[in-house]
């Protein structure tokens, strides 16, 4: 048995490595052992859900940001993005296809837009819930005070993702402007947790100047916080932006992280996302056989779909086409469509300690 597969079954069996051994297992990752890498990230995602692929209806309510990131389309700088916000009235239509197509998950993702503050999103949260009580409501909406995230809980949202995008915060000022920083993105990331929500998190993957180091350090941080869902996905370059002359990331090296956070966190929500479909016609099949388990189509009206520029050659597909389609193509790879809320089985809040004024804190290194 070679040392890479002897790595990758003992992070199957122990469920972590020491950093120096997770290291030489990206480091030294071959076609060979990654196919296995996949088999068993495959055996740990079906032991928890089966065969079952959740759907999460998006709605990107909002392009307009404060921030200035510099990989992001959206990036307040960027005169060439055609801006939009959605009105109430067109989120709630966007759940009223999404519930007809048999979704119970919304994921309300937007710019950090001063348009959609506190109130605007707690009362939207109130409207959807009060409609479509079954359904669990997704906030992806960059970085709040802690107050405002306990008022969106109050109004009944359950779930917030807030991709880190990298733990080491020397990139992570490469990639930001200078307000910005990490050690405020992880502040908020152990207020939602404390607050009650199921969280995710996840990292960019090869943007400029990440390293193997960079990759381990992610992993850490991420086995510290314990979320309930991990996103991930490629680096790809937007054309308005500073980085847009940047090596996009590999699907490679996305599929394998993906299969590593498998074995991780067997029971955590995994997405194949947009970006695995924008940059390989199939990625989305190839993140499920390599351990995810969640595909989220597009719920945001027609019109407004190609303006929400993340990044370029964004795979818009919508829920009018993709829901049949996605049918068919999961059941070629043996899968298939799993309905309803699809929560997270299991990583309750850990590590937490109060500090006495009523603020969640991670724990003492």
């Known amino acids: 048995m070679s040392a890479q597969i002897e790595r990758i079954e003992r992070l199957y069996r122990e469920g972590t490595l020491p950093q120096e051994e997770m290291s ?34 998006l709605i990107e309510f909002s392009n307009v940001c404060r921030n200035d990131c510099l990989y992001c389309g959206l990036r307040r ?7 939009y916000r959605l009105t109430p009235e067109q989120i ?8 007809a197509h048999g979704l119970r998950t919304f994921v309300l993702q937007g710019g950090e837009d001063a348009g959609f503050g506190e109130e605007p999103i707690a009362r939207l949260i109130e409207a959807i819930k009060s409609r479509y009580p079954d359904c669990a409501i997704t906030l992806s909406a960059g970085e709040w005070p802690r107050a405002v995230y306990a008022r969106w809980r109050d109004a009944g949202a359950d779930r917030y993702l807030l991709r880190h995008e990298t733990a080491d915060p020397a990139l992570y000022a490469r990639l930001h402007p200078a307000e910005l920083t990490l050690e405020h993105r992880v502040r908020c990331l152990w207020d939602l947790k404390g607050l009650g929500f199921q969280v995710g998190a996840g990292m960019m993957i090869q943007p400029p100047g990440q390293t193997l180091q960079n990759l381990v350090t992610d992993l850490c941080f991420l086995q510290e916080l314990q979320p309930q869902m991990i996103g991930i996905g490629p680096f790809i370059p937007q054309k308005d932006t500073p980085l847009r002359g940047e090596r996009a990331g590999s699907l490679e090296l996305t599929l394998f992280m993906l299969a ?7 029971k955590v929500l995994l997405p194949a996302t947009t970006a695995l479909g924008t940059i390989d016609p199939i990625g989305r099949e190839k993140g499920v056989l390599a351990g995810a ?66 603020q969640r804190t991670p724990p003492e290194s």
Not at 92 to 99: F, H, I, P, T, W
């Open 260 to 266: 590593v956070l498998r074995l991780l966190f067997p």
């Open 92 to 99: 709630l239509e966007s759940c009223r296809v999404g519930y």
């Open 24 to 57: 030489l297992l990206i480091e030294q990752r071959d076609a060979a052992s990654t196919e296995h890498l996949f088999a068993l990230a495959r055996t740990r995602q079906q032991e928890h859900f089966g065969k079952a692929v959740y759907l999460r209806g």
């Open 293 to 358: 388990n969640v595909i989220m189509p597009n719920l945001s009206p027609e019109d407004v779909r190609a303006k929400y520029t993340l990044y370029d050659g964004k795979n818009v597909t919508g829920i009018e086409a993709f829901k049949t389609q996605l049918a068919d193509r999961l059941a070629k790879i043996g899968y298939e469509i799993g309905m309803g809320r699809g929560d997270a089985p299991g990583y309750a809040p850990k590590f937490m300690q109060d500090d006495g004024k009523g």
């Open 77 to 83: 700088s960027n005169r060439a993005c055609s801006r």
